[in-house]
């Protein structure tokens, strides 16, 4: 540990000092000071923040327990003035023991192929890359300038959204885990920037909460959150997958979506799918660590 900084769970009074280093974090800004507060009351997590001696925040990591045996680490921030004195590394090892205690097997975590600073760090403390994934996002409905992306009508879908019932989880689980899409993932799958081990409970759990749905012969988790809707889950083949991304536009649209994401495992056909329909994509990678 850096001689000048001690790490220490976070507590609400540390919410501004974080706040004022992480507000320029990206070029629109950062999700930090908005999330800070809901993270210190959810269960099953630990936020850790590093302070010079005056007690006051320079740093700030966060590890969740995402599944029995399955830890997901994020939101590293260190203050631009405190940087390069090994202290986002200082933090990961000891969210990595909180993991561990807590039953942990595997930590993993996601970054931009663009970040190469951060790439470098998480290789450096013993990460590796495991999954590539792309994130396409698409504005929809009255926020896309253009129905489809080439300024003239959306086409829609062949194929029909249907939602699907639990007992699709099986068969569902099984096409995807021994298809191209899930081979691709080893098993990993995506929700709200964090991955881990798709399960058939996933997809009944689903089911119930009127997310799953059956399209054409391939299925998709569909979540909508306030104006946006997210896919991160899908199974499909290289013949269907433009009609069923279609399906899921439409789906979108009929919500009164403005926008829709879908994470994708980097599979050429269903990312050149994705870009057709007016998607923009960015690379990513999931990183994992035995604990």
């Given at each position: 540990m850096s001689a000048t900084t001690v790490i220490r769970p976070a507590g609400a009074s540390d919410g501004e000092a974080i706040a004022a280093f992480t507000q320029d974090t990206f070029a629109w800004g950062d999700y930090i000071a908005d999330s800070f507060d809901t993270w210190l009351s959810e269960p099953g997590t630990l936020m850790v923040?590093?302070?010079?001696?005056?007690?006051?925040?320079?740093?700030?990591?966060?590890?969740?327990?995402?599944?029995?045996?399955?830890?997901?680490?994020?939101?590293?921030?260190?203050?631009?003035?405190?940087?390069?004195?090994?202290?986002?590394?200082?933090?990961?090892?000891?969210?990595?023991?909180?993991?561990?205690?807590?039953?942990a097997v595997v930590g993993r975590l996601l970054i931009e192929d663009w970040n190469e600073a951060s790439v470098r760090h998480v290789e450096k403390i013993g990460f590796r890359r495991v999954v590539d994934v792309v994130r396409c996002v698409k504005p929809i409905g009255d926020a896309s300038p253009s129905p489809n992306g080439n300024g003239s009508r959306r086409v829609p879908s062949r194929l029909r959204a249907r939602p699907a019932h639990a007992a699709d989880a099986t068969p569902?689980?099984?096409?995807?885990?021994?298809?191209?899409?899930?081979?691709?993932?080893?098993?990993?799958?995506?929700?709200?920037?964090?991955?881990?081990?798709?399960?058939?409970?996933h997809l009944t759990s689903a089911a119930?909460?009127?997310?799953?749905?059956?399209?054409?012969?391939?299925?998709?988790?569909?979540?909508?959150?306030?104006?946006?809707?997210?896919?991160?889950?899908?199974?499909?083949?290289?013949?269907?997958?433009?009609?069923?991304?279609?399906?899921?536009?439409?789906?979108?649209?009929?919500?009164?979506?403005?926008?829709?994401?879908?994470?994708?495992p980097a599979v050429d056909w269903i990312v050149k799918a994705a870009k057709r329909l007016g998607f923009s994509t960015e690379p990513m990678g999931v990183y994992a660590v035995e604990l």
């Open positions: 923040v590093a302070v010079d001696d005056q007690d006051t925040p320079i740093a700030m990591s966060r590890a969740r327990i995402v599944s029995p045996i399955e830890a997901w680490f994020h939101a590293a921030r260190v203050h631009p003035g405190w940087r390069g004195r090994g202290i986002a590394g200082d933090m990961a090892a000891e969210l990595r023991v909180w993991a561990r205690e807590e039953g569902a689980y099984a096409s995807w885990s021994i298809g191209e899409l899930g081979r691709a993932m080893r098993g990993l799958t995506g929700s709200r920037w964090t991955y881990a081990r798709l399960t058939i409970n119930k909460s009127d997310s799953f749905w059956e399209i054409g012969s391939g299925w998709a988790v569909i979540d909508t959150q306030g104006d946006a809707v997210e896919v991160g889950w899908l199974e499909t083949r290289s013949e269907d997958a433009p009609d069923l991304l279609r399906a899921v536009i439409d789906l979108a649209v009929g919500r009164g979506a403005e926008s829709i994401s879908l994470w994708l």
